[in-house]
């Protein structure tokens, strides 16, 4: 398995963006549906959100596959959704159980910089105190949050497509998805800037809509909406393109686990 020097993190996004015009009216029904899917498995209660995570890698690799249909001038459809489930699955499930207990770990480091307000607020929505606020916690809490969390995104970033694509174990999956992270971190630093810049300019964006239509909450309600419905495409094809650059694929041009 060869992990190669990456371009520029911003040619992803590029990336993404083109997969995503390919086919956008799909891509954006894929999209709705699996939103409405998780947020369906939220209401459950302590089981709900759990199976979410459980399934989330395999998820991801469902977005992949669409990615590569797409690369390979094939149309996608819906039940390109489920394709994550059937391949690899108990190894995407084990995946799914180390990432929450990452993200459960790494809840639990900034608790000790915090108390718990910022576990509190991704958790149950319990927006920080004023006192979190002014003695610097939360901000304490955040910093460790990201330092923590930073190999944990590099060690899943990857790992899914490689078990499912290049028929990895879990726990290899995680130390090359983590080692080509660090190989190219410098690619990975431009494309997490350039999400950043674009968060800011969405915000501004909907701060000013919200300012210009004033009571029109529905309106704005609706946009944020269709945006986030353009933008999650992009952000899976710009995963896919982020793969295609750090493991290129051999000289038969397939994947190995096809």
């Not at 029904?29 to 979410?52: D, E, K, Q, R, S």
């Amino acid at each position: 398995m060869r992990v190669v020097p990456a371009r520029n993190g911003w040619f992803w996004l590029v990336r993404g963006f083109l997969l995503y015009r390919m086919n956008p009216a799909m891509w954006t029904l894929l999209v709705f549906i699996y939103w409405i899917l998780i947020a369906f498995l939220n209401l459950i209660p302590i089981a709900g959100p759990l199976i979410a995570t459980l399934l989330l890698p395999a998820f991801s690799v469902s977005f992949m596959e669409m990615c590569r249909e797409l690369e390979e001038h094939r149309p996608i459809r819906p039940v390109l959704l489920l394709a994550g489930l059937r391949r690899q699955l108990p190894t995407l499930i084990t995946l799914g159980g180390l990432y929450l207990l990452s993200i459960m770990m790494v809840r639990g480091m900034s608790t000790l910089a915090d108390g718990g307000v910022l576990a509190n607020w991704i958790i149950f929505g319990d927006a920080p105190d004023a006192k979190a606020l002014r003695d610097g916690s939360l901000s304490r809490a955040l910093f460790v949050a990201a330092i923590t969390g930073t190999p944990v995104v590099m060690a899943f970033w990857f790992a899914p497509v490689l078990s499912a694509w290049e028929g990895m174990n879990a726990l290899k999956a995680l130390f090359f998805s983590f080692f080509a992270g660090w190989r190219n971190w410098r690619a990975f630093l431009v494309y997490g800037a350039v999400l950043s810049i674009l968060g800011v300019a969405f915000s501004a964006a909907i701060v000013t809509a919200a300012i210009l239509l004033g009571g029109k909450n529905q309106v704005l309600r609706f946009g944020m909406i269709v945006a986030v419905l353009v933008s999650m495409p992009t952000l899976f094809g710009s995963f896919f393109a982020a793969y295609r650059d750090v493991f290129p694929r051999g000289p038969s041009g397939e994947d190995r686990a096809t």
